[in-house]
């Protein structure tokens, strides 16, 4: 069975500063794996997501992510945080586009 | 395009009624997926089809009946409401090889 561990529920970072949400996931095989954000009362918005190929998977909105099969983890970062990436965050898997597993959500506060 | 457009976006229901969630997409997507949101939890799939006519169970199915008549449309449907079924729903569409494009969601309460 294909799961999703977000380790962080809530990261606070200021403005300007660097981020790192962390995800880990469990598959059988090679993942399909995916980071979307969500703002508050709003539906899910696609940042990045890696299917094969080169490891460091570029995004939406300065977003990066990379894949690590040895530690199963997928990392979401950004160098230099905006308040208006303040959201949550969720890490997905699954073997297709349809049938995913999300992990619980980090919420990301920014502070002035 | 609308994208993948879902109504109602609230609904109060009392326990025992049922009703039905409206899912539509105008992007010709073979795969739709229906998911419910709740704190702590994430998004958990509840039933998800790969084409009109074809539809399967995900993880929290129980409650919950879907069709797939057409290839825009991908209604869920609640027999008969109970509390644990209060939750954010959210419809999703793809294609292979592409992301999932969300609906804005429909916030149930289920008293």
């Known amino acids: 069975a294909q799961s999703v561990t977000q380790p962080d529920i809530h990261i606070t970072v200021s403005e300007g500063a660097s981020l790192e949400l962390r995800c880990n996931y469990s598959?059988?095989?090679?993942?399909?794996l995916f980071w979307y954000v969500q703002s508050p009362g709003q539906g899910l918005q696609l940042l990045l997501k890696y299917f094969s190929g080169d490891t460091l998977v570029q995004g939406i909105k300065g977003f990066e992510a990379e894949f690590k099969r040895s530690q199963s983890s997928f990392n979401l970062r950004k160098p230099s945080v905006h308040w208006s990436d303040a959201a949550e965050y969720f890490c997905?898997?699954?073997?297709?586009?349809?049938?995913?597993?999300f992990g619980a959500g980090t919420t990301v506060t920014v502070r002035a | 395009n609308a994208g993948v457009t879902q109504t109602p976006k609230f609904q109060v229901l009392k326990t025992g009624q049922s009703m039905t969630l409206q899912c539509a997409q105008d992007?010709?997507?073979?795969?739709m997926s229906w998911y419910r949101q709740d704190p702590g939890m994430g998004l958990r799939l509840i039933h998800y089809?790969?084409?009109?006519?074809?539809?399967d169970q995900g993880e929290v199915p129980n409650g919950y009946n879907v069709s797939r008549s057409t290839t825009e449309d991908f209604p869920l449907r609640l027999l008969s409401a109970a509390p644990s079924q209060t939750s954010v729903y959210f419809c999703?569409?793809?294609?292979?090889?592409?992301?999932?494009?969300f609906g804005p969601g429909t916030r149930l309460t289920v008293l």
């Open positions: 089809s790969v084409g009109a006519g074809i539809t």
């Open positions: 598959y059988g095989a090679t993942p399909y």
């Open positions: 999703a569409s793809s294609n292979s090889g592409t992301e999932q494009f």
């Open positions: 992007m010709n997507h073979e795969y």
């Open positions: 997905a898997v699954g073997s297709n586009d349809y049938k995913l597993s």
